[in-house]
């Protein structure tokens, strides 16, 4: 089966300016992460979707980020404007359900010039 | 809250040989699942291991072990007969029981020296 794909692998941009980073989960996978992972740290979470409910967004900046995940399927995670504190991997995953292993995709690297 | 810490950042060992890498957490739940994942520079996270808090038996997976000490609150991942694909970040991470939200170590990062 794919795994979960992430676009773009890399990104480039000077503060802020809008970005946006896409993800497509496993096929069938009802359950759909957004993390960040700062260098050198492990992955912290933004944001779980199930379907296409937002029901855990408490470590989202809302001032900035967004996301949706429209049809429940892809997703997008946007940041308008990026501050240079923002670069970053982050990272899409997903779950068949909540409670079952996650399956992550290979990541964006954000770097903010 | 629970929290997740690898003490060690760093750790090297000779191909072919034996390495342990440490892991501790805290938590208030008597029921929870503990994990290690591997980062290799690819980035994607790959589930190595899963322990369930319940099982008293450490989980096996080939090379992968783990040494699971609940009431220290310990879980150590030991990779048997290193191979140079073994070079990567390796997280612990927990899942408390009928939670979703995965609480991630700061990782350790794992040399396999030829």
Not at chain 1, 39 to 59: F, K, M, W
Not at chain 1, 104 to 110: I, N, V
Not at chain 2, 10 to 20: D, N
Request: charged share 20%; proline share 5%.
């Amino acid at each position: 089966e794919a795994g979960v794909v992430q676009s773009p692998r890399y990104k480039i941009i000077e503060k802020k300016q809008p970005v946006a980073f896409w993800c497509n989960p496993i096929s069938g996978h009802n359950t759909l992460y957004w993390y960040r992972q700062n260098l050198g740290q492990g992955p912290e979470l933004l944001i779980r979707y199930e379907n296409e409910e937002a029901v855990d967004d408490s470590q989202l900046p809302k001032d900035r980020f967004s996301a949706e995940r429209l049809k429940g399927v892809d997703s997008t995670l946007k940041i308008q404007p990026a501050e240079l504190g923002d670069s970053a991997v982050y990272l899409c995953a997903s779950s068949l359900r909540g409670n079952q292993p996650q399956h992550f995709g290979d990541g964006t690297r954000l770097s903010i010039l | 809250a629970q929290t997740v810490t690898q003490s060690q950042p760093e750790m090297s060992v000779q191909e072919a040989e034996t390495v342990t890498l440490s892991c501790t957490y805290d938590t208030s739940e008597s029921d929870y699942y503990l994990f290690w994942y591997k980062q290799p520079p690819s980035r994607q996270m790959i589930l190595v291991i899963r322990q369930e808090a319940y099982k008293q038996q450490n989980a096996t997976e080939n090379r992968f072990s783990v040494n699971f000490q609940k009431a220290a609150k310990s879980f150590s991942l030991k990779i048997s007969d290193s191979q140079l694909g073994d070079a990567a970040m390796y997280f612990c991470a927990y899942r408390k029981k009928g939670a979703q939200k995965l609480v991630f170590g700061q990782g350790t990062r794992l040399t396999i020296n030829p």
